[in-house]
């Protein structure tokens, strides 16, 4: 019945010649929308660098269907300079670098209509001309935003999209993912806020540095569950329906 | 007055056919150089210009050895030597635990001492100053020819290979997400550096030559914060600094190379305290 888009077929990644991820096995179907939830240094962002095929497996494989399937990728530290003399237009713009590549024609009107859409999407009027230094963090995320708008995307992968954001910047970021959702696209995030992912994502992945638990929301964010996800301190309790 | 600036701006290019070609040589390395410079700049390699300066060294000397004072010889050998250190230093930088200034920093140290060596096995120390200083007043058509074409040629490139290897600069994980390759953009532009650099030293010597790189690009950068007028400022701050270079040179009788960087580097001191992004500016903070 449900297609699955990305298979991870008993997958382990070493970083720096240790295992941080071992034996993750699953898959994300097409439509659905998961969350990914771990402690610091669970292995959250190598999971999704795996699947966006950034890092190599140790063992097992990430099974991608379609093979070019197109996954749109927002790191949970973009490493840009935000002294680089660009404006934000041209940032918009880099999404359409799928369809137009290094070297195609974008008519100017075209793209200049498709970037002041995203813009407004992401709740800016046009600051398509002002330079990224002029922003702050959570402006800047918006910006990322709709640079994932402009690269329409099957499937998004999100690593803390709303880490250093306000609550009003979350609230709209969280509406164009849900957003993205209903129109059946993939999403799978990162997330540390227990309530938001219950609230908002039927499906859960619950790692440290293995699998604890993969499947609906509710069930994997058990007690028992986030207690081995924290380690054996038996501190799930303060962190119930806060934050992991 | 008017005849003061007569005798000291005009005549000298008027009156002499190596002023004029020394000054079209600095107006053509400018155009091109300028534009790199901003580049490598932004991608945070402006030391690097000056490693690969001295890597073209021992190719220039080995070039100068087999063939004398040849245009070609030496350029095609400073050519070789710079991509051979540049593809070295990147390569063992992916391959081992240093990162890419730091192999560039043990290669070319190698080279400069290489091409030292070189050139004292049998020349004399004037050849090893004309190496390192060039001698822009010397440049025949030949030389001319070379630079502007070096010059013609690096634009052209830039043209092309605009878009990727801005954004490989700007986001390079970004590039590798959406299946870009930003690795052979990043190729073609330290070719462009390289070749820069050769047609540089053909007239402002091997040391001299990043000057004229990296001077008006901090210049640049000072002063405008769009990438296009970025690259337009340097090459006109090239273009003063090889004009008011010139005219100094031959008034009080110095060097011309050392000239004309100085100039660049007063355009840069001046910028330093005056410009938005400088001292006085309060835009970076
Ligand atoms: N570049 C690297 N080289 C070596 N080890 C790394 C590297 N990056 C991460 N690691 C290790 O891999 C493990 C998992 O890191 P990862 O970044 O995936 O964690 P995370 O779950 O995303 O954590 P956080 O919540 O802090 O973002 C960590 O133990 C970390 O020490
Ligand atoms: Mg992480």
């Not at chain 2, 020349?123 to 070096?150: C, E, K, Q, R």
């Amino acid at each position: 019945m449900s297609e699955a888009l990305v298979t991870l077929d008993n997958l382990t990644v070493k970083r720096g010649g240790r295992a941080v991820l071992s034996g993750i096995h699953g898959c994300f179907e097409r439509g659905s929308m998961t969350a990914i939830m771990g402690a610091n240094g669970a292995g959250k962002s190598t999971l999704l660098k795996s699947v966006m095929g950034l890092l190599p497996s140790a063992q097992g494989r990430v099974i991608r269907t379609p093979h070019d399937l197109d996954i749109a990728y927002l790191p949970q530290q973009a490493a840009i300079d935000h002294s680089f003399p660009v404006s934000v237009g041209e940032v918009v713009a880099m999404g359409a670098w799928q369809r137009v590549g290094g070297f195609g024609a974008l008519k100017q009107r075209e793209w200049r209509r498709q970037v002041a859409e995203a813009l407004a999407r992401v709740g800016f009027d046009d600051i398509s001309k002002r330079s990224i230094g002029a922003l702050s963090t959570g402006q800047f995320q918006r910006v990322l935003f709709a640079r994932l708008l402009l690269q329409n995307a099957e499937m998004v992968l999100l690593d803390e999209p709303f880490a250093g954001v306000d609550a009003a910047t979350t609230r709209d970021l969280l509406a164009l993912v849900c957003e993205w959702h209903q129109q059946g696209r993939t999403i799978v995030a990162v997330l540390h806020d227990i309530n938001q992912v219950v609230r908002h994502f039927p499906a859960t992945l619950l790692l440290a540095g293995r699998q604890i638990a993969w499947g609906n929301s509710e069930e994997v964010l058990s007690t028992e569950h986030l207690q081995q996800a924290l380690g054996m301190s038996g501190s799930a309790e303060q962190s119930e329906g806060s934050r992991l | 007055m008017i005849d003061w600036l007569d005798q000291t701006l005009w005549m000298p290019f008027t009156d002499f056919g190596f002023m004029r070609r020394a000054l079209i040589a600095g107006f053509a390395l400018s155009i091109s150089a300028g534009p790199v410079g901003v580049l490598l700049l932004l991608r945070r390699m402006s030391l690097m210009g000056d490693a690969l300066s001295h890597a073209v060294l021992p190719g220039a000397a080995i070039g100068y050895l087999v063939a004398g004072l040849s245009l070609w010889a030496m350029g095609i050998g400073g050519l070789v030597a710079g991509l051979l250190v540049a593809m070295m230093a990147g390569f063992t930088s992916r391959r081992s635990r240093l990162r890419e200034d730091a192999s560039f920093a043990g290669f070319y140290l190698i080279s400069l001492a290489g091409g030292v060596m070189i050139v004292s096995l049998r020349g004399s120390s004037i050849d090893l100053l004309h190496v390192l200083f060039g001698t822009i007043l010397a440049i025949d058509a030949n030389t001319l020819y070379l630079i502007a074409g070096i010059s013609s040629v690096t634009l052209l490139v830039l043209a092309v290979i605009y878009r990727p290897l801005v954004m490989e600069c700007f986001d390079p994980e970004f590039l590798r997400t959406v299946k870009g390759r930003g690795g052979w953009a990043h190729h073609a532009f330290l070719l462009l550096v390289v070749l820069n650099l050769i047609a540089g030293f053909q007239s402002l010597g091997t040391l001299m030559a990043v000057g004229m790189m990296m001077l008006p690009a901090l210049v640049a950068r000072l002063w405008t914060s769009a990438l296009g007028s970025m690259m337009l400022l340097s090459v006109l701050v090239g273009c003063a600094a090889s004009l008011i270079g010139l005219v100094v040179s031959f008034n009080a009788g110095v060097a011309s190379g050392p000239a004309i960087v100085l100039s660049a580097g007063a355009f840069y001191l001046i910028s330093l305290v005056i410009s938005p992004g400088g001292l006085l500016g309060r835009q970076h903070r």
